[in-house]
């Protein structure tokens, strides 16, 4: 077994590598990790590379690949480089939600028969505090889209990320995306981390790296330690959890991880639930 | 007036040309390197890549650091190159390592190109010495080969010296691309020795 087959086996290291698509967004959320907006520069990983990759990781030892962003679905050929990536190994995109029209949707149909789940954001229960958070008919789009991806046989998770004082309305919440067909077991929920755009809004908890699940992620911009490592804030990328520039070959990362995982003080474990 | 930018920042004249890395900014596997305060434009500006600091730090303290040659004799290659490849930053900085290595206001003055190295070096081994640094500096063969037949050491010594002039013109080439920054310790002690 490798070191990090055993780091995988012993729970050290997420079985799942990220792949940041892109950085741009239909969106520009208020507590965005990334400042991710309409405007900015789109970074994106070419297809061929995420596919490459996605060969590389499993035959490193890695289960499941993970698709985020910026929106991903902002990048044309994605639901069929899904369909090619789920051959490979299991797919989670994390999605707004706001983009299943009817085209897209249409695109979408082949993969309720792959090995691909959604991971689509909603806040509030109530419309206006959400769409307030993640902007202007958010809400309506994405009480429309679960249901139509799932009536394609792509199951749906949904994920909620809390500002201080929500909680109370998480039950609401949760009678909601038990209605659009989501059980208890597919919606994730999570603080608001003190990164990127929600920092230089004064939002969220502060994590330190061992807060974070070490997940290992790979952007245009290098290999990271977890999905929420590369952050922008004031358009600078935030360099305090970057593993290395080199992502291929992956195990390049691997070792800076392994290495970083190695320095990691007896007892480590995560204390926040960011996930 | 609207606040400057990142890049319009790194653009502007007399500060460095790359965003250095701060402690909190410092990427995981570099971050033992800030532990003990600021480690230097080089180190802050290679942290902007982790995967150079691990292989290259060892690689200068092996090259520039202790080792059999005397430092005061590796301080002279040093700060000889840098002076004649116009490396603000490493001239700067070595200037003070130089003085505290031994060498004499004199002789760093010489090195540095403001006096004859006649003057300061009577000794005829570290004139060839400072010759040879001249020479694998510039690079020019015509001035290689007589530098080489002045110098009277042994093989190993060439070989050492040599590498350390060569990695030393790379630092010099980088820290001026970059226009890496002296610190406030080393201008103090400049003003100080009145270099």
């Not at chain 2, 010099?172 to 310790?185: F, G, I, K």
Request: aromatic fraction near 4%.
């Amino acid at each position: 077994m490798t070191t990090l087959a055993e780091a995988i086996a012993a729970d050290q290291l997420g079985d799942r590598v990220w792949l940041y698509s892109n950085y741009h967004c239909n969106l520009a959320c208020s507590y965005c990790l990334t400042e991710s907006g309409p405007k900015v520069e789109r970074r994106e990983l070419d297809p061929a590379t995420m596919l490459d990759i996605a060969h590389e990781a499993k035959g490193m030892g890695f289960t499941r690949i993970g698709i985020t962003g910026g929106e991903p679905f902002l990048v044309p050929e994605l639901p069929e480089m899904l369909l090619e990536l789920s051959a490979v190994l299991p797919v989670l995109v994390l999605t707004n939600g706001t983009l299943f029209q009817r085209s897209l949707l249409e695109r979408m149909a082949p993969l309720g028969a792959a090995d691909v789940t959604l991971q689509i954001s909603l806040d509030h229960p109530d419309p206006v505090t959400n769409d307030v958070m993640r902007g202007p008919a958010n809400f309506r789009k994405v009480v429309e889209a679960v249901p139509a991806l799932l009536g394609l046989g792509i199951p749906v998770r949904i994920a909620t990320t809390l500002e201080d004082g929500d909680a109370e309305d998480l039950p609401r919440l949760c009678m909601l995306h038990r209605e659009l067909g989501v059980g208890d077991d597919d919606h994730v929920v999570r603080p608001i981390l003190r990164r990127g755009r929600a920092e230089s809004g004064d939002m969220g908890v502060r994590a330190r790296y061992l807060d974070l699940p070490p997940e290992l992620t790979l952007t245009a911009d290098g290999a990271f330690w977890s999905p929420f490592a590369p952050t922008v804030r004031q358009g600078v990328l935030d360099t305090d959890l970057l593993l290395s520039r080199t992502t291929r070959p992956l195990q390049r990362p691997v070792d800076a991880m392994l290495t970083v995982l190695g320095g990691r003080p007896a007892g480590a474990d995560s204390t926040l639930n960011i996930r | 007036m609207s606040e400057m930018t990142e890049r319009e920042i790194l653009r502007a004249p007399g500060g460095p040309r790359v965003r250095l890395i701060d402690a909190d900014s410092a990427p995981l596997l570099v971050r033992d390197h800030f532990a003990g305060g600021d480690p230097g434009p080089i180190v802050a500006s290679l942290a902007q890549v982790p995967e150079l600091v691990g292989p290259t730090l060892p690689f200068l303290g092996t090259v520039l650091g202790p080792s059999w040659i005397p430092m005061r004799e590796k301080e002279i290659v040093i700060l000889r190159t840098s002076a004649v490849m116009g490396c603000r930053y490493c001239t700067d900085t070595h200037t003070v390592v130089a003085l505290d290595s031994g060498l004499s206001h004199t002789e760093v003055r010489a090195l540095r190109g403001d006096l004859p190295a006649a003057a300061a070096f009577p000794d005829v081994d570290d004139r060839a010495l400072i010759a040879w640094c001249d020479a694998v500096a510039f690079g020019v063969e015509a001035d290689i080969r007589p530098a080489r037949a002045a110098l009277t050491i042994d093989d190993a010594r060439v070989v050492e010296l040599t590498l350390l002039v060569a990695t030393t013109v790379m630092l010099n080439r980088y820290a001026t691309a970059l226009a890496l920054p002296t610190s406030p310790d080393v201008r103090d002690r400049l003003l100080q020795e009145a270099l």
